[in-house]
């Protein structure tokens, strides 16, 4: 094994310690927690000593990024879809199933929904299911425990901005085509936050909700059908395929390394600044798709060529969030340069192919 995904765990347990944010004794429940993001935020909770309750379909997630966990007696994992009514702490209810001996969660992190370009086609109405009657079925939970909410949305609710709107602020309302071939999950993640500030109003919810822009890392679906961007390279870049770029390359996206995410998360969870706000976390250093298929032929040392294709309808052609709202409320910066991440996420790859 090349990469050592402790080493990042112990990383992110770090920063955290430093800031005095500790889950421990609270119980949460994780949607989508056999995920890419939602499994790091599993591993960091039974750590930190929190009882942790990751609930998934597998519908994108994967046995393996929560097996280990099984060791822990702090970790539950229990298989359902969050578009269906469950119930904790009831033994008994006429809809839905329900895990009788859970009588108290302090955390709901929502992040189950599918969130791969090639699912927007393939799974349309089961990732808009996700992110409004699984987000209601989240928020009904959080209601019923008065826990704290958290949601993970998207940069995709800002659709395809205009220069002015870029780096894109929370305050931007977005461009959003709402019958185009995004639409199940950019128009499902703008209805979940919809969804949250109805509940705020309505209930006092508790509930802080953040856009993530493009994070990769370990953990993230490998392979070139799963249609995002860095894995797609690197696939390619270690098979010595073609490295297959939309349009001229000239689009920009910024990368985000997972574990600057994931401290994030806990900022945001922990600090009592971030109530009732929505808020950007990612990069926003800007690389052109171009420059990124470069920088990835370069650390693999691949014989690839690289190819243009059509672009994709509704692509965006700028992504970069304004960060200073991060910054002020959270204290927080992504630290990890591209590089670096990108290096330990081929290392990662390089280990699943020779154990595949
Ligand atoms: N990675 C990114 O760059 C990124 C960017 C923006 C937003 N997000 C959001 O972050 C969250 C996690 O994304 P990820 O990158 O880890 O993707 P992922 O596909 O790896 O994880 C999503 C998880 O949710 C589970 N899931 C999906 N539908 C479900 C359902 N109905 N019931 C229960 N579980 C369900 C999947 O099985 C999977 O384990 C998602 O909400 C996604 O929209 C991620």
Known sequence: MNYDIEKDISEILDRLEKDNISFNNQTVLVTGGAGFLGSWVCDVLVRQGAYCI???????????NIEHLRDFANFRFINHDISKPIYFGFSNHPEGICI???????????????????EFRQYPIPILKSNTLGTMNALGIAKAHNALFFYTSTSEVYGNPPEEAVPTPETYFGNVNPVGPRSCYDESK?????????????????AKIVRIFNTSGPRIRYGAEFGRVIPNFIHQALNDLDITVFGDGSQTRSFTYVIDEIEGFFKIVDRDEALGEVINLGNNKEYTILELAEIILELTGSNSEIIFKPLPIDDPERRCPDLKKAKQLLDWEPQTPLKEGLKKTIEWFKDLEKNE
């Open 190 to 206: 703008r209805a979940g936050e919809a969804f949250i500030k109805a509940y705020e109003l309505q209930h006092n919810m508790r």
């Open 100 to 118: 009788g001996d859970i009588k108290k969660l302090d955390i709901i992190m929502h992040m189950a929904s599918r969130a791969s370009p090639f």
């Open 54 to 64: 990751c609930l998934d379909n597998f519908a994108s997630g994967k046995f393996e």
